[in-house]
């Protein structure tokens, strides 16, 4: 378990996109290769791979198994093209020695140039271009890099022509017919996530990690300084360095974001293994709050930082801040990467919006205190009320982690977390929150419960409230929508009951079929980029689209269609591709999810859902683009707009 929670904390404090993006090894350059392509019969292609080799180093021959790893390898996206025999090696000079790092175990190499041909074969139609990927091994001396990559991209003769098309000149959303929409996405405001920080930042000071070192802090600094300016100088500047360090955390995600893919940020909540990593790690995180074990730092990494707090002035304030950071771990790292990763897929700044919340809400009362020290008598006393804020959060973990399982299930629309059974298992929560806060539940670290104040009362009574509240979720009645919480469980349409089309259905990722309705009814098209993970699309799903205004109009008035840009249904293999973005790097289409995000971020310049855009059936921006929105009128509105757009310009 200790070796869980060491990658748990390390997940989280170091980067989420090392998990998202992959690695390259700098010395996987040393080898430059050709692919070429021969027809051999109908569906049979022969793929030679050529390298000139480098006098440094030499390449492992293929054919071999090292280690129980295969020394060549050659992967393709579709299971519909197989390999077919070995690798043919022809006009390489081979070379056979014994190696120290495989125990004396003869070995062939290639010590220059080496040709290798692979015969293949492709059931049904054949692409026009083939990708795949060669993993090859290389090394010299004791020195060994296997599975290196080599994607390549291979014209096929005969094939038939891609049908993908992500840049659509026409669209020019940047000069759209009619300006009315938004400038800008507006899931969430950076002011709201830094108050969402400042509020997981004043949760984590009542948890016993944090809360019992207040007046200790603040007394050593007032009793150690000469002078009270100087006390509290100290105090506030102990304060702002805690506020700096919660910042300095989000460092590396500004970082990466200039070194990788703009949709990264999206593809961290869409991503099935990222979502089922981030289940497991907040399952940890509320076994550690129930008492189970204690997640924390290694005590190494402490000890260092609390004998660094001795040197120099601002030095050691720094390092004493720091030592704060890591020891109180436990407590608040939990919190601080629940907030972390629920904005993580919207970029960099809110991410450091919402640590910078964090960090203030944890540094401020030690300068407040310092300044005025006798409100240190005001602060309710250490006790087991501590425990019981910590247990309290480890049940909330737990209902944050079968969110996350929740996305991963219907990104892959596995079935296992219908609508009424995450509502379900919600309750169920809600219950056990309800039962240890008056006492019937315990664990080894609680204390008995010998009086109820009016806060237990009242969290009880808000708990037990929340409990009726979400009950008729689970009955197929018109008051299990539960707007209060809309987007977070999966939608009516994900339900154990079968409720008929009570809703407006949009067409289903077929945009060409959706251009075709639009022109043979003389409609305009709305596009919905949306993803089965994103809880703002399903809020306006079930929020505004039911508004009568807004339902009228996409039923009557437009070709509404749906693209799901987390679909990991792969595309035909004709339709798989590579393609050339705007900004002049290549990218493969291989999943309908890859098309549509691709589509949305080249077309439409957004990698957030939901985006909303009005666009003609010859494919001409209407309006400017539409984000999400809680006020139906508004939405209507847009859609006003764009439908008198439509007749106007086509007069």
């Known amino acids: ?64 198994v090292l280690l129980d790893v295969k020394t060549t390898e050659l992967i393709f996206v579709d299971s519909a093209i197989k390999m077919d025999g070995d690798f043919v090696m022809e006009g390489s000079k081979i070379k056979e020695e014994s190696s120290s790092i495989f125990e004396n175990t003869k070995i062939r190499i290639h010590p220059g140039e080496a040709v290798w041909m692979a015969n293949i074969s492709i059931q049904g139609t054949v692409p026009a271009k083939l990708q795949g990927t060669l993993l090859y091994t290389f090394g010299r001396n004791n020195e060994f ?225 310092a300044m005025f020290p006798h409100w240190l008598h005001s602060l309710p006393k250490s006790g087991g009320w501590m425990t019981d804020v910590k247990v309290i959060l480890g049940f909330l973990e737990l209902a944050l982690a079968i969110k996350f399982l929740s996305n991963a299930d219907l990104v892959e629309q596995w079935g296992l977390l219908k609508r009424e059974i995450f509502i379900g298992l919600w309750i169920i929560i809600g219950g056990l929150m309800v039962l240890y806060l008056m006492g019937k539940l315990k664990f080894s670290h609680s204390s008995p419960v010998k009086k109820f104040s009016f806060v237990r009362i009242g969290f009880v009574i808000l708990f037990a409230s929340i409990i009726i509240y979400l009950l008729p979720g689970l009955t197929k009645t018109k008051w299990a929508d539960l707007k209060l919480i809309s987007g977070f469980p999966p939608p009516r349409t994900y339900s154990v009951y079968s409720l008929g089309k009570t809703v407006l259905e949009p067409i289903h990722n077929n945009y060409q079929e959706a251009l075709a309705i639009a022109k043979r009814e003389n409609k305009p098209v709305l596009i919905d980029f949306t993803g089965w993970a994103c809880v703002n699309c399903r809020r306006m799903e079930e929020k505004i689209w039911p508004d009568p205004l807004v339902d009228s109009l996409m039923r009557t008035k437009f070709v509404v269609v749906s693209l799901y840009v987390d679909e990991r249904k792969k595309l035909p293999l004709i339709e798989q591709t590579t393609v050339t973005l705007g900004n002049g790097t290549q990218k493969s289409i291989i999943t309908v999810g890859d098309k549509w995000s691709t589509f949305q971020t080249e077309n439409f310049g957004a990698t957030s859902q939901p985006q909303y855009a009005i666009i003609s059936a010859d494919q001409k921006a209407l309006t400017k683009t539409k984000f999400y929105t809680d006020d139906p009128e508004e939405f209507a509105g847009w859609l006003k707009c764009g439908l008198d757009t439509y007749y106007k310009v086509k007069k």
């Open 145 to 369: 890099y296997p599975a290196t990559a080599f994607p390549f991209t291979v014209a096929l003769e005969g094939g038939v022509e891609s049908t993908t098309q992500v840049l659509v000149p026409s669209i020019n959303i940047n000069k759209p017919e009619s300006s009315c929409g938004d400038d800008g996405t507006k899931n969430k405001s950076i002011l709201s996530i830094f108050l969402l920080g400042l509020l997981g930042g004043l949760i984590a000071l009542l948890t016993p990690c944090v809360f019992p070192m207040i007046p200790v802090t603040v007394t050593f600094f007032t009793k150690k300084s000469h002078d009270k300016r100087k006390g509290i100088s100290n105090a506030i500047l102990y304060g702002s360095f805690i506020f700096l360090i919660y910042i300095l955390i989000t460092l590396p995600f500004h970082i990466a974001n200039t070194a990788i893919s703009p949709e990264i940020f999206n593809n961290i909540s869409t991503n099935v293994w990222l979502n089922l990593l981030f289940f497991a790690v907040f399952v940890i995180f509320a076994l550690s709050f129930f008492g189970f074990f204690e997640i924390g730092l290694p005590a190494g990494l402490a000890n260092k930082m609390d004998s660094k707090s001795g040197l120099g002035n601002i030095g050691g304030l720094f390092f004493m801040a720091a030592t704060l950071a890591i020891v109180s771990f436990s407590c608040t790292g939990p919190i601080l990467g629940t907030m972390l990763v629920g904005v993580a897929e919207q970029g960099a700044w809110p991410l450091t919006a919402g640590a910078a919340g964090f960090g203030l809400a944890l540094g401020l009362p030690f300068a407040l205190f």
């Open 1 to 64: 378990m200790s070796m869980i929670v060491k990658l748990a904390v390390s997940f989280l404090l170091i980067t989420i996109f090392s998990l998202a993006a992959t690695a390259q090894d700098s010395s996987a350059t040393v080898y430059s290769w050709k692919v070429e392509s021969k027809k051999v019969n109908e569906g049979k292609y022969r793929l030679v791979f050529t390298t000139s080799g480098s006098s440094d180093w030499y390449i492992y021959a293929p054919n071999q």
